[in-house]
């Protein structure tokens, strides 16, 4: 499942009198010479080409006569907590992948894709009547394929992908639709000349490898319609994490990092042994004089293995470089699922996947529950 246009779509519920003409949720645009991005738009503007990740002054220019809004937080979080507590309804089992977007894992609901189609109308209805807003829904019998069916007719769409059908399905489908592909490697394959799914499917895995390093067999599975990865269901504690106090304030970096290093393994270790993952790593550092700090990243593959979480650990103390000689660090994770019905054991993300998928995620954000 997934919201359409969701931000804008709450916008023109609180202002009905907005529905239906060009909205724009994101910065401000200052006539054209506003900086910042936007964020989403809703479907009256997307007809003039704007789009999520947009530059704000190149939507005004499409579209000047748009209503740009600054998006309102706390109340797209209430309302995804509406829609969520519709589908919980109906399975307990449900990754919930982002503010608008969830999986549902409904072999135990039902028995065939045209009562799974039923269900999900069933699912849109309760939605709008409950919520106001609207969503689509993509059926498949992965992730990855019902991700792209979710987004393939839009909006109030429902797409069913039958077994067996998924490579056809994609077949034409732009590459770049593919979870996991972002702007580093949508770059590659324009400059190979890699426009569809077909194209990178008729590739071999050695031929992919060569071409995008460990990614590349990965990325050729998942252009065929095959991914056998778990729905990552919340778990029951909210965090887990350490810190290390120093006996002496310690200013040398390398005793940082490797401070952090031995945090980031005792963590894995944990996450492992009860087999949860991670989706947001979370720093705390401690100067001389007690003053105390923390930082956030949030990735958008959630993650157990110790390098993963240490790289991403030593990228945020060397962005915000203590200035002082430090007295204590610590690593707290949070986002914490548990992976259900194991198809398969979590995959290895490979780290320039990681970094890439970032971007749309605030990259840094106070967490002040630490
Ligand atoms: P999406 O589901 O990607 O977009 P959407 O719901 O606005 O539109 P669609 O109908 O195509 O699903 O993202 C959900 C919300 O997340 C979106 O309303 C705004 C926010 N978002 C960002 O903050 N930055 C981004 O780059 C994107 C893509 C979304
Ligand atoms: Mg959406």
Redesign the pocket.
């Known amino acids: 499942m ?7 779509s709450v916008e023109e519920l609180d202002n009905p009198e907005w529905k239906g003409s060009p909205l724009v ?1 994101g910065a401000d645009p200052k006539m054209g010479l506003g900086r910042g991005v936007v ?2 738009a809703n479907y009256a503007a997307r007809k003039y080409g704007i789009k ?2 947009m530059p704000i002054s190149e939507a005004w220019r499409r579209c000047p006569t748009a209503r740009f809004v600054r998006g309102h937080y706390p109340r797209y979080t209430e309302k995804s907590r509406e829609v969520f507590d519709i589908l919980q309804e109906a399975t307990d089992v449900i990754e919930r992948a ?4 969830a999986y549902l894992d409904l072999s135990d609901k039902v028995d065939t894709f045209d009562e799974a189609v039923n269900l999900a109308r069933d699912f849109q209805a309760r939605i709008e009547a409950a919520t106001g807003l609207t969503a ?1 829904f993509g059926m498949a019998t992965s992730k990855t394929v019902a991700k792209i069916a979710s ?1 393939y007719r ?2 109030r769409g429902i797409t069913a992908v039958t077994p067996g059908t998924e490579a056809t399905f994609l077949a034409p489908l732009a590459a770049r639709r593919i979870p996991g592909v972002g702007p580093k490697t949508e770059a590659r394959l324009e400059e190979l000349g890699i426009e569809t799914c077909a194209d990178l499917a008729a590739l071999s895995g050695t031929r992919m490898g060569e071409l995008f390093g460990s990614w590349g067999p990965r990325l050729a599975e998942l252009a065929r319609g095959i991914d056998d990865s778990p729905l990552l269901v919340a778990w029951e504690r909210k965090s887990l994490g350490n810190e290390t106090t120093y006996a002496q304030d310690v200013d040398d970096p390398r005793v940082w990092e490797s401070t952090l290093n031995a945090l980031a393994e005792e963590s894995a270790e944990t996450l492992q042994k009860e087999g949860v993952v991670a989706r947001t790593i979370t720093i705390k550092v401690r100067v001389t004089g007690f003053e105390t700090y923390t930082r956030g990243r949030s990735l958008p593959v959630p993650v157990c293995e110790k390098d993963a979480i240490a790289r991403v650990a030593l990228d945020l103390l060397r962005e915000n470089a203590p200035d002082k000689p430090v007295r204590l660090l610590g690593l707290r994770l949070t986002g914490l699922a548990a992976v259900v019905r194991g198809q398969s054991t979590l995959r290895a993300w490979p780290a320039d996947v990681l970094g890439e998928l970032e971007p ?1 995620i605030a990259p840094q954000r106070r967490v002040d529950d630490w």
Do not use: H, Q, R, Y
């Open positions: 997934d919201l359409d246009a969701f931000f804008a949720v964020t989403t999520s990740a982002g503010i608008d977007e689509s987004d839009k909006p749309w």
